[in-house]
């Protein structure tokens, strides 16, 4: 019998990724279905461009803006699904502990990404390469961070 690659037993001993891929990938196809099937023509664009980038390896920044009430973490519900359903791990985040909860998966970024929270001129983010968090970060197809614009 052959044995499993490095990369193999580092990622399956990872919580973290085994969290993230946890998911009941049948029951999300069937929530993804019914999330599309009513989400509106302007958010059906913003949709397959994000799916687009993420299917094409492409990366990207997208920033989607609106007021409270037009179904933005409905549009981050819709490509967390569809993603996830493909047995595909999507990192979502928020800047406030409040936001966070509205997101399946959510976590703060400060959490998330190692963001100091009291931040200064020499505030940087650190992740040691080779960790649970920077291998998770690796594996990762899309990032969704709601409130950016309330990070610092």
Excluded at 29 to 38: A, P, R, Y
Excluded at 94 to 118: D, E
Aim: aromatic share 10%; with cysteine; proline share 3%.
């Amino acid at each position: 019998m052959a044995f499993p690659d490095d990369e193999y037993i580092s990622i399956a001993s990872n919580s973290l990724i085994h969290e993230e891929l946890s998911y009941d990938h049948n029951l999300l196809k069937v929530e993804f279905q019914t999330l599309f099937d009513s989400i509106t023509h302007e958010h059906k664009n913003i949709f397959d461009r994000i799916m687009m980038a993420v299917q094409q390896n492409k990366g990207g920044v997208f920033f989607v803006y609106g007021y409270g009430g037009t179904g933005k973490t409905y549009l981050w519900k819709t490509l967390s699904t569809a993603i996830r359903s493909k047995g595909e791990i999507v990192l979502t985040v928020a800047s406030s502990g409040i936001a966070s909860l509205l997101l399946t998966g959510g976590h703060t970024t400060h959490s998330r990404f190692h963001i100091p929270i009291n931040l200064n001129e020499d505030s940087t983010c650190y992740m040691d390469p080779g960790t649970d968090e920077a291998q998770l970060l690796e594996k990762t197809r899309l990032i969704i961070w709601d409130d950016a614009p309330m990070a610092h």
